[in-house]
């Protein structure tokens, strides 16, 4: 009876089917205000928030969310921290509202939230949840007319490495992972209740006025240019200091074998002098000589994130360029009808 029941249990484990990809992250429309409101408010420093909902085959619905305090880097504000989310969370159950965590969402800063810091968030929340995302919302980008909010997670191959904690050229190309398979960006879906859009529509006053959103119109981006451009120069410069750490090692790893082939020679003239003097040759290889000891390649993580973040710089500059361009040329014709 007991091998019986062992076998069912094994072919169950078998059977189960593999959970599918994560093709979007539905967000109910008072979650999308409560983030926005909350990163606002407290802009321009950094804030994070707790999201809930369900996990639902492929798609993630974020039905409810709620921030976090401001804390300090101290280990009892932390721990308060903690037990404020728990509490909250305690206290969503009890009035029959969903809290399953799914993710967090965080506040950035000109689109620089391609950090260690992220990643590590990712990798502890991972290992409680089986799917998590991050939602960023930018509400310096957010001012220029767009809704800055997009939805982050990990890539499998790239975790699995972090795990390791291997990131040398060759696992790299072994795993042909590159700097744009770091993160990966889902699609999110903004849904309401069929009660919320009722009572929406109720709302809707019986003549429209047309909405006039004035942020649209602003022609003025000089200062949202100017940031971005100061931040990407720091990039270039971090990028640029990461490129002279590879040049370093590569330099000493071109030393090194230098040396070893140097030795090499000596020591295989020495033993052909001890094979003609007939005693016993000796090793070709001695691994107490420092000249044998391997060099440790520096980590590729920071300049992956780096060139990750130059990306990202330069696709913000090029769509508020692109949207000021329009704007001027709008302008210019009606100034000249």
Request: hydrophobic share 35%; aromatic share 10%; proline share 5%.
């Amino acid at each position: 009876m007991a091998n019986s029941m062992a076998r069912s249990f094994l072919q169950v484990a078998a059977t189960e089917e593999v959970a599918p990809p994560l093709r979007v992250v539905q967000i109910e429309g008072l979650v999308v205000l409560k983030i926005i409101k909350h990163c606002k408010e407290f802009s321009p420093a950094l804030v994070t928030g707790q999201l809930l909902g369900l996990d639902v085959g492929s798609v993630l619905e974020v039905t409810n969310c709620f921030p976090f305090p401001i804390r300090d880097e101290d280990e009892e504000i932390e721990a308060e921290g903690a037990n404020y989310q728990l509490e909250m969370m305690r206290c969503l159950r009890e009035v029959n509202v969903d809290n399953n965590t799914v993710g967090w969402y965080q506040s950035t800063l000109f689109g620089s939230f391609q950090t260690v810091e992220l990643i590590e968030t990712f990798m502890n929340y991972q290992e409680n949840i089986r799917r998590c995302v991050c939602i960023i919302y930018d509400p310096s980008r957010s001012n220029q007319g767009v809704l800055a909010l997009k939805a982050l997670k990990l890539s499998d191959s790239f975790m699995e490495l972090y795990r390791n904690n291997n990131f040398t050229g060759e696992k790299l190309r072994e795993k042909n992972l590159s700097w744009v398979d770091i993160f990966e960006e889902i699609p999110i879906k903004v849904s309401n209740s069929a009660l919320i859009s009722a009572f929406m529509t109720e709302l809707e006053p019986d003549t429209p006025v047309a909405q006039c959103d004035y942020e649209r119109l602003q022609l003025s981006t000089q200062p949202y240019l100017e940031r971005n451009m100061e931040f990407l120069i720091e990039c270039m410069d971090d990028l640029s200091m990461e490129q002279q750490k590879f040049q370093f090692y590569y330099r000493n790893l071109s030393r090194q074998q230098s040396q070893q082939q140097a030795w090499l020679q000596k020591r295989r003239a020495e033993n052909m002098a001890r094979k003609a003097a007939g005693e016993e040759p000796l090793p070709e290889e001695d691994p107490s000589n420092p000249v044998f000891k391997p060099i440790p390649e520096p980590s590729r993580l920071d300049s992956f994130l780096i060139t990750n973040q130059v990306s990202n710089y330069c696709n913000q500059i090029n769509g508020v360029a692109g949207q000021s361009f329009s704007r001027l040329y709008l302008m210019k014709a009606l100034h000249e009808s």
